[in-house]
């Protein structure tokens, strides 16, 4: 059974567009979370979601949205792609803040 | 918010050997303190994590000690093999937060 998943795993687009990421867990946790990875591998928090209320929102552009239909979903909407939005992105899943994350697989985005 | 420092961000070792990973938080409501295993193209997935009520866990080849009046914590492992080769990410989420804090990780390189 996969716990975390989110597709697709591969997104290559040009500069510009509008692209979305989608993002399933079937643990029944009461939180999710976005990531971005780039090449330095640094795993920086982008949007943490608890029972549909955005809890924190660090410093991303508004370009970036995070849509959550219900609790086990939470898709991350990306507008008008720059070059500097290249990188691995990390869906996640825990509990709580103080339990175990489960990562899904990665999206690996490239921006043309 | 709290702070994350994670040495060194680089490790080499001979198959066999030792390798610590050390981990220094701010926050002293912190009570949970997981390290996650990152393999090459691969998501990240906890290996271990220790809570605030004890000062070592082990399990097989690796162990987890915590210091909570020094604020650290560190990762250890013994008999280092090849496949133990990833980058190793601390967390120490602030008590009571939803705001995941990880350090910026460490690459771990076992040469057979």
């Known amino acids: 059974d996969t716990a975390v998943s989110q597709t697709p795993k591969y997104l290559v687009t040009q500069m510009g567009n509008d692209k979305s990421i989608k993002c399933e867990q079937n643990?029944?946790?009461?939180?999710m979370y976005w990531y971005k990875q780039d090449s330095k591998k640094f795993l920086k928090i982008m949007f943490s979601?608890?029972?549909?209320?955005?809890?924190i929102n660090e410093t991303v552009p508004n370009r970036f949205s995070p849509k959550s239909p219900d609790k086990a979903h939470l898709n991350l909407h990306i507008n008008s792609l720059e070059l500097g939005d290249s990188a691995v992105y990390f869906c996640a899943s825990s509990q709580d803040g103080a339990d175990t994350q489960y990562f899904g697989p990665g999206t690996r985005l490239t921006v043309l | 918010g709290e702070n994350v420092e994670q040495h060194p961000s680089t490790l080499s070792v001979q198959e066999g050997d030792s390798a610590v990973i050390k981990c220094t938080y701010s926050d002293s409501a912190s009570n949970y303190f997981p390290w996650y295993k990152q393999e090459l193209g691969k998501r990240p997935q906890l290996i271990i994590d220790?809570?605030?009520?004890?000062g070592e866990k082990k399990d097989q080849r690796i162990a987890v000690t915590l210091n909570k009046t020094a604020k650290h914590f560190s990762l250890h492992i013994t008999e280092t093999q090849p496949e133990d080769s990833a980058v190793y990410f601390c967390a120490a989420p602030p008590g009571g937060s939803y705001i995941p804090t990880f350090g910026r990780g460490t690459s771990l390189i076992v040469h057979p």
């Open positions: 979601y608890n029972n549909k209320e955005l809890i």
């Open positions: 220790i809570r605030s009520n004890v």
């Open positions: 643990l029944g946790h009461d939180t």
